[in-house]
């Protein structure tokens, strides 16, 4: 079977095996995240557009959609997307503001696609193994995010474990995260966060928060 359709099928038996704060990712206060979009992005000034590459059932959606935001939700399981909309639709319905989306973020994205005022990634580029994966979710980024653009890349660190939902994973130091960024690409805040996971074990991250100049 075809890569893509391997993890396609790996990831939505997870999510349709597992309920949401069973997941190893599971993150119940989203507060590190705000901590550093809050920083840089006023929500009420304008409406921003929202790129989440693999946004699984992350509770992050539930209060861009409270802070107004335009979202782009994309994963490369329907499952999560399913489960993700069955939650959604009870908090709104305004099909203008909320663009789903079913894909390898490793391949090229569809040119419908909005450009993105913000991309914000958690867990998702460090499952990406190959050099043309790497390099082909990097161009997604540079072709969808606007000028003075918002990049936040919180991934497992060089500290990390180097398995997640029983894939391995390319873990990131802060020099690499600059480098494949390029010098489009400012980078504004990072750091090195322990997230605690459910089971209680602790899984080092590095956040990035980048502005394209
Ligand atoms: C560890 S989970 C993190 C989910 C979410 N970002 C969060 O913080 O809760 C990784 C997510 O990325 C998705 N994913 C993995 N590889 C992907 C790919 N190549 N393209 C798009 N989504 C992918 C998975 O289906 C899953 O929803």
Redesign the pocket.
């Known amino acids: 079977m075809e890569r893509?359709k391997m993890?396609n099928k790996h990831?939505d038996s997870?999510?349709a095996d597992k309920k949401d704060h069973q997941?190893?990712?599971?993150?119940k206060d989203i507060n590190q995240t705000l901590k550093f979009i809050d920083t840089t992005i006023n929500f009420s000034v304008s409406n921003h557009t929202v790129f989440?590459?693999?946004?699984?059932?992350?509770l992050?959606v539930d209060e861009l959609i409270m802070r107004g935001a335009n979202l782009i939700l994309?994963?490369?399981?329907e499952e999560?997307l399913n489960k993700l909309k069955i939650r959604i639709n009870k908090i709104s319905n305004d099909k203008n503001k909320i663009h789903w989306l079913h894909?390898?973020?490793?391949q090229r994205l569809p040119i419908n696609i909005p450009l993105c005022d913000v991309w914000i990634?958690?867990?998702?580029l460090h499952?990406?193994l190959t050099e043309d994966?790497i390099n082909g979710y990097f161009q997604n980024l540079h072709s969808f995010v606007k000028s003075k653009g918002y990049v936040l890349l919180a991934e497992f660190s060089v500290y990390g474990a180097s398995k997640?939902?029983g894939l391995e994973l390319h873990r990131y130091s802060l020099e690499e995260m600059t480098e494949r960024m390029g010098i489009d690409f400012k980078l504004l805040n990072y750091e090195n966060y322990t997230f605690i996971n459910p089971s209680g074990n602790s899984r080092p991250y590095i956040y990035t928060l980048f502005q394209r100049q």
């Open positions: 893509s993890l990831w997870i999510f997941l190893g990712w599971y993150e989440l590459p693999g946004v699984g059932t992350s992050l994309n994963d490369i399981s999560a894909h390898n973020i490793a990634d958690r867990a998702v499952f990406l994966d997640c939902a």
